[in-house]
């Protein structure tokens, strides 16, 4: 049993520690809130938004410069706290500072065009006279559910776009990596920003408060626990989009550059010790290039350095696993694979500090192994030889997950064509992961992966509920359908109907048959 567990058995029940996954340190703790409390927090940040939507975007843009401003001034105390609770390597850890400042000032920017009203043309020669309107306002109390594998960067994805379109935002972390977020939404507090935004600490139970309390959810997490927000959310009728789990297929061609695809295919599989969603997760390569590419990847996979460095030094490449759970769920994928014939070239193994295992590259798998199935969300690569793309589609497409995926080809054409037969959400070509990164296109799953998107041209507007107005043009005393009811104006409706409606001339003059 992991260091992190024991300390968390014989804690207090109304606190949970945090402790580091690497080493079992404690490095903070938080309390845990019930749903009385999440209650009266969200009746408080209510009371305060109607004032915040009321700014405007210019008005809410100023206060969310001035927290990236905060938090590029505190970046590295910031940075240690992600490091120290997710266990991570510092060079990991670097990249939720750049995604949080990047997220402000995307949505800073696009927030007043996103928002602006819409003057759509009417339907119908009947309708000329209307002017129609469309205004974005804001769910007034947004919940934001974040997962363990990013603190800081993955509120970051969703917590702008939502201030920025006037709601209030009642976030809940992760009670394994709370900390980096605290002081985040502490931050906000600093500079003096309005009361629109707070973090509720607890486990499963605070979420769900959370999802009772709010009128619009954005969850980001397991499949499973996103059915259950899901349905929840149903059952209040509140909607809800959420970014659930995903198997990201890599598929490689004859005509690759390998030297770049082995590149990328470390670094996608190993990052965070393979704990995001969009990993990569399993790799079909066309076969003349097969033994080429697992040599360079056996190679450089072999001189990945794992564990914990301390902060600044960039002494080690990836880190530690969340959860003593979580390294069992890799272990339990390796050895079946094993079991049912697969190889191991690297790793296989724990490293023996902490919850550390070695970088993992598994050959010799097939299509139906929990390896290729289930999602891993650890450091382990398993690749496929294919005959061809055609195979490769196939078998990336027997899944479960639609989250993203990535084609390697020095043709693009033939590259964006495969493409477009992979039923996900997202496609990079000759690059792993950078989808995420690319606020103006949305990030969305399929199939069990997820429901709606973040990110995107409606990023912001996603946040909103749409309200329609309509209005005249010229206003007369009264309208042909107004009472009281006359032959004559029954007459004019029926020949307006042939005149306005028919599109051909014959109808337009015969009328209605008697």
């Not at 049993?1 to 567990?5: C, D, K």
């Not at 809410?60 to 390597?89: F, P």
């Not at 201030?163 to 009670?175: I, R, T």
């Not at 495969?418 to 959400?425: F, Q, S």
């Given at each position: 049993?992991?260091?992190?567990?024991q300390v968390t058995q014989s804690a207090p029940a109304n606190?949970?520690?945090?402790?580091?996954?690497?080493?079992?340190?404690?490095?903070?703790?938080?309390?845990?809130?019930?749903?009385?409390?999440?209650?009266?927090?969200?009746?408080?940040?209510?009371?305060?938004?109607?004032?915040?939507?009321?700014?405007?975007?210019?008005?809410?843009?100023?206060?969310?410069?001035?927290?990236?401003?905060?938090?590029?001034?505190?970046?590295?105390?910031?940075?240690?706290?992600?490091?120290?609770?997710?266990?991570?390597?510092?060079?990991?850890?670097?990249?939720?500072?750049?995604?949080?400042?990047?997220?402000?000032?995307?949505?800073?920017?696009?927030?007043?065009?996103?928002?602006?009203?819409?003057?759509?043309?009417?339907?119908?020669?009947?309708?000329?006279?209307?002017?129609?309107?469309?205004?974005?306002?804001?769910?007034?109390?947004?919940?934001?559910?974040?997962?363990?594998?990013?603190?800081?960067?993955?509120?970051?994805?969703?917590?702008?776009?939502?201030?920025?379109?006037?709601?209030?935002?009642?976030?809940?972390?992760?009670?394994?990596?709370?900390?980096?977020?605290?002081?985040?939404?502490?931050?906000?507090?600093q500079i003096g920003a309005p009361d629109v935004l707070e973090?509720?600490?607890?486990?499963?139970?605070?979420?769900?408060?959370?999802?009772?309390?709010?009128?619009?959810?954005?969850?980001?997490?397991?499949?499973?626990?996103?059915?259950?927000?899901?349905?929840?959310?149903?059952?209040?009728?509140?909607?809800?989009?959420?970014?659930?789990?995903?198997?990201?297929?890599?598929?490689?061609?004859?005509?690759?550059?390998?030297?770049?695809?082995?590149?990328?295919?470390?670094?996608?599989?190993?990052?965070?010790?393979?704990?995001?969603?969009?990993?990569?997760?399993?790799?079909?390569?066309?076969?003349?290039?097969?033994?080429?590419?697992?040599?360079?990847?056996?190679?450089?996979?072999?001189?990945?350095?794992?564990?914990?460095?301390?902060?600044?030094?960039?002494?080690?490449?990836?880190?530690?696993?969340?959860?003593?759970?979580?390294?069992?769920?890799?272990?339990?994928?390796?050895?079946?694979?094993?079991?049912?014939?697969?190889?191991?070239?690297?790793?296989?193994?724990?490293?023996?500090?902490?919850?550390?295992?070695?970088?993992?590259?598994?050959?010799?798998?097939?299509?139906?192994?929990?390896?290729?199935?289930?999602?891993?969300?650890?450091?382990?690569?398993?690749?496929?030889?294919?005959?061809?793309?055609?195979?490769?589609?196939?078998?990336?497409?027997?899944?479960?997950?639609?989250?993203?995926?990535?084609?390697?080809?020095?043709?693009?054409?033939?590259?964006?064509?495969?493409?477009?037969?992979?039923?996900?959400?997202?496609?990079?070509?000759?690059?792993?992961?950078?989808?995420?990164?690319?606020?103006?296109?949305?990030?969305?799953?399929?199939?069990?992966?997820?429901?709606?998107?973040?990110?995107?041209?409606?990023?912001?507007?996603?946040?909103?509920?749409?309200?329609?107005?309509?209005?005249?043009?010229?206003?007369?005393?009264?309208?042909?359908?107004?009472?009281?009811?006359?032959?004559?104006?029954?007459?004019?409706?029926?020949?307006?109907?042939?005149?306005?409606?028919?599109?051909?001339?014959?109808?337009?003059?015969?009328?209605?048959?008697?």
């Open positions: 049993m992991a260091i992190s567990n606190v949970i520690p945090v402790t580091c996954p690497a080493d079992g340190r404690v490095v903070g703790s938080i309390p845990v809130q019930t749903a009385d409390d999440v209650a009266a927090v969200a009746e408080r940040l209510r009371a305060a938004q109607p004032e915040w939507e009321a700014l405007g975007s210019q008005g809410r843009g100023k206060w969310l410069g001035r927290w990236r401003d905060w938090i590029l001034d505190n970046r590295l105390e910031l940075l240690e706290t992600v490091q120290a609770e997710g266990g991570k390597s510092w060079g990991d850890a670097t990249i939720e500072a750049l995604a949080a400042v990047e997220a402000i000032n995307y949505n800073v920017k696009v927030a007043a065009r996103q928002l602006r009203d819409d003057h759509p043309s009417p339907a119908g020669i009947a309708n000329r006279l209307k002017r129609l309107t469309v205004s974005h306002r804001a769910y007034p109390l947004v919940g934001l559910i974040t997962p363990w594998n990013y603190p800081l960067a993955m509120p970051m994805l969703d917590c702008p776009a939502a201030l920025m379109a006037g709601c209030a935002v009642l976030s809940k972390p992760s009670e394994l990596t709370p900390l980096s977020w605290i002081a985040a939404v502490e931050g906000w507090n973090a509720v600490t607890g486990a499963g139970a605070a979420g769900a408060a959370v999802v009772d309390a709010v009128d619009m959810v954005q969850f980001t997490g397991s499949t499973a626990t996103g059915r259950k927000v899901g349905a929840r959310a149903g059952e209040r009728l509140i909607p809800a989009s959420l970014e659930l789990g995903g198997k990201d297929a890599m598929i490689v061609l004859a005509d690759a550059d390998i030297e770049r695809a082995t590149n990328g295919a470390v670094w996608g599989a190993f990052f965070n010790a393979g704990q995001s969603c969009t990993a990569v997760e399993r790799v079909y390569v066309e076969s003349v290039v097969y033994d080429q590419f697992l040599d360079r990847l056996v190679a450089k996979t072999l001189n990945l350095r794992a564990g914990m460095d301390r902060p600044g030094r960039y002494a080690t490449d990836f880190g530690a696993l969340a959860t003593e759970e979580q390294i069992r769920i890799v272990e339990r994928h390796v050895e079946e694979a094993r079991a049912a014939g697969a190889r191991t070239l690297t790793g296989g193994k724990r490293t023996g500090d902490g919850n550390v295992y070695e970088a993992t590259v598994l050959v010799d798998v097939g299509n139906d192994m929990a390896c290729m199935r289930e999602e891993t969300f650890g450091p382990t690569l398993p690749v496929m030889r294919v005959a061809d793309s055609d195979e490769a589609v196939r078998l990336a497409n027997d899944s479960t997950y639609g989250l993203s995926a990535s084609v390697w080809s020095k043709d693009q054409a033939k590259a964006r064509a495969v493409a477009r037969r992979l039923n996900v959400g997202a496609v990079n070509i000759n690059s792993v992961m950078m989808n995420v990164f690319q606020f103006p296109i949305p990030q969305a799953g399929w199939i069990t992966s997820g429901v709606g998107a973040r990110a995107g041209a409606n990023g912001v507007v996603k946040y909103t509920r749409p309200q329609a107005i309509v209005s005249d043009l010229v206003e007369m005393k009264s309208e042909i359908f107004w009472y009281p009811h006359t032959s004559r104006l029954g007459a004019l409706q029926e020949r307006a109907v042939s005149l306005l409606g028919a599109r051909d001339m014959r109808r337009r003059l015969r009328g209605p048959k008697r």
